[in-house]
């Protein structure tokens, strides 16, 4: 894997002949395997920011967020290393309740890579799920709600069926009144999470559940794989629900490229 953007004297400069070659972490420009520290490093939460939403999506060439209804066929080996360190790095993965259907969503596991880092930064060693659901039709015998290792949240709004939200509360999970309707308000999702004290959110998805996020205006930064493919048909979009009136401006932060997938990431312009 190589850094393209943003470009440094590192990225374009080469080792000069008959000296000693560059420490990996100022090699940035050259073809090669990324650390997980060094992968950490790169994608780090910005400080002092508060409650900081991030997203991370894959897409193909022609804009399709899935095939066949998932999105790992999308991905490759090193996707999944930054979608596994997007993970290490965030307090609460934030998706939605069709998206754990689909693609039978299980607890954040803990990984050792990642102990320290969670540890000095006062983290619980996983990242908890919150699943974000107005109907709570969901399973709660999985082991996503009844083992975690860090308790599941399951966000909705106030007007949720009652039977629902006492069966969710019975098998383990914490619920979040996040809306005064059947459903979540998106930006109160993020407000109350982070009162919570989970202030690193990454959302997954799916399609729908990004759309509310990016119309309520409550989206930070989208971490992005453009994946070297081409699928046609009517796959979703990473982002679904109604056009905005106004497009919003986002503004590249970084690009990563590896075998022609493209791993950027941009954050909310002003």
């Known amino acids: 894997m190589r850094r393209l953007f943003p470009v440094t004297e590192h990225t374009v400069e080469s080792t000069p002949a008959g000296s000693a070659p560059a420490p990996a972490r100022d090699r940035a420009g050259e073809d090669r ?9 790169a994608y780090a939460y910005p400080a002092g920011t508060g409650a900081w939403l991030r997203a991370n999506m894959v897409s193909t060439l022609d804009g399709a967020a899935q095939h066949e209804g998932r999105s790992q066929p999308l991905s490759n080996a090193t996707d999944m290393r930054i979608f596994g360190t997007l993970r290490g790095l965030a307090d609460v993965v934030v998706v939605g309740a069709e ?7 299980r607890p ?13 930064a006062g983290q619980a060693p996983a990242p908890a799920i919150a699943v974000v659901s107005a109907s709570l039709d969901l399973d709660f015998h999985l082991p996503l709600f009844t083992s975690p290792l860090t308790p599941t949240f399951v966000v909705t709004g106030a007007a949720a069926p009652a039977d ?10 914490e619920v979040v009144i996040a809306g005064e309707g059947a459903g979540a308000d998106p930006a109160r999702v993020v407000r109350e999470l982070g ?12 399609p ?14 989208l971490c992005l ?17 109604p056009g905005l ?19 950027t990431r941009y954050r909310r312009g002003s």
């Open 33 to 41: 395997e990324w650390s997980l520290d060094e992968l950490a490093d």
């Open 108 to 120: 954040a596991r803990a990984r050792d890579s990642f102990a320290a880092r969670r540890a000095a």
């Open 225 to 241: 794989t453009v994946s070297p493919l081409l699928t046609a048909g009517d796959a979703q979009r990473i982002a679904g629900g």
């Open 208 to 221: 729908r559940l990004l759309g509310q996020f990016v119309a309520a205006g409550a989206l930070d930064e």
């Open 99 to 105: 998206t754990v259907r689909q693609e039978g969503y």
């Open 245 to 263: 009136a106004v497009p919003g401006k986002f503004v590249l932060a970084s690009v990563l490229e590896e075998s022609g997938f493209l791993f």
């Open 164 to 173: 629902r939200v006492a069966a969710a509360r019975k098998a383990g999970a």
């Open 195 to 206: 009162e919570r004290g989970l202030a690193r959110l990454l959302t997954e998805g799916g």
